[in-house]
């Protein structure tokens, strides 16, 4: 049975969502695909082939100017340094990528980002900085790639070297992957191998299938937030 909601946001993907037989859930203002086939059927993707998920609800931010480090380093003192590199600073999903010498991206558990904003606007104010922050939680679509065969996956559709040595756990770059300008972020989950994409909103869609279409090789499975907790 699904849940009943008088207000909701929706992902760019929730197009196909709809079209499976997938069951949802209501999580901090969206609707979510909660599971698509069974729990252990998802599992067993992302432990043994690749699994797809759709993560754009998650609170997503980019931060751009001169002193953006040294206001966000003065909260939280694990921010990244060095262009390329992406910091945890909790184990709820609240990481810190730094693309550019003077930008940032930023993405926390959905809800969570109205917080992050009202300190950096604080911050920003307190210290008379010129620096922007953008909520772009709905303007950016996020997938996630997991699995031992994401890896195959990712070189199919980007021509970035995803060798470890070159591209490490926790490590961010920008490129053209299925021909669209994305943010990379190579986040594993313990073991398991997994990437996450953020690309602008529109192209949402069109990422998702084109994501499918190539990994039907590897045995892609999408893959709801049941089984991703």
């Not at 990994?215 to 893959?223: A, D, L, M, R, S």
Request: a negative charge; aromatic letters at 10%; charged letters at 20%.
């Amino acid at each position: 049975m699904q849940p009943v909601i008088k207000q909701k946001r929706l992902s760019p993907i929730h197009t196909y969502h709809e079209s499976t037989d997938a069951h949802f859930n209501f999580q901090a203002g969206w609707l979510i695909p909660e599971v698509y086939t069974t729990p252990e059927e998802e599992s067993a993707a992302l432990d043994e082939g690749v699994g797809l998920a759709d993560i754009s609800m998650r609170g997503k931010l980019t931060v751009k100017g001169d002193l953006a480090s040294s206001v966000m380093t003065a909260r939280w003192a694990d921010t990244p340094k060095n262009p390329g590199d992406v910091s945890i600073i909790n184990s709820n999903g609240f990481w810190i990528a730094k693309l550019t010498p003077d930008e940032f991206l930023i993405t926390t558990t959905p809800g969570n980002e109205k917080e992050i904003i009202s300190f950096l606007e604080n911050a920003i104010v307190d210290q008379g900085s010129f620096i922007t922050v953008l909520d772009q939680t709905s303007g950016l679509a996020g997938l996630l790639l997991q699995g031992p065969k994401s890896l195959d996956l990712m070189r199919k559709l980007c021509s970035l070297p995803f060798r470890t040595k070159i591209f490490p756990d926790l490590h961010v770059a920008q490129s053209s992957f299925a021909k669209t300008r994305t943010t990379i972020i190579r986040y594993d989950r313990g073991d398991s191998l997994a990437f996450e994409l953020y690309a602008d909103r529109s192209y949402g869609g069109y990422l998702w299938e084109a994501i499918l279409d190539a990994g039907t090789e590897f045995g892609i499975q999408p893959v709801g937030w049941g089984a991703l907790d």
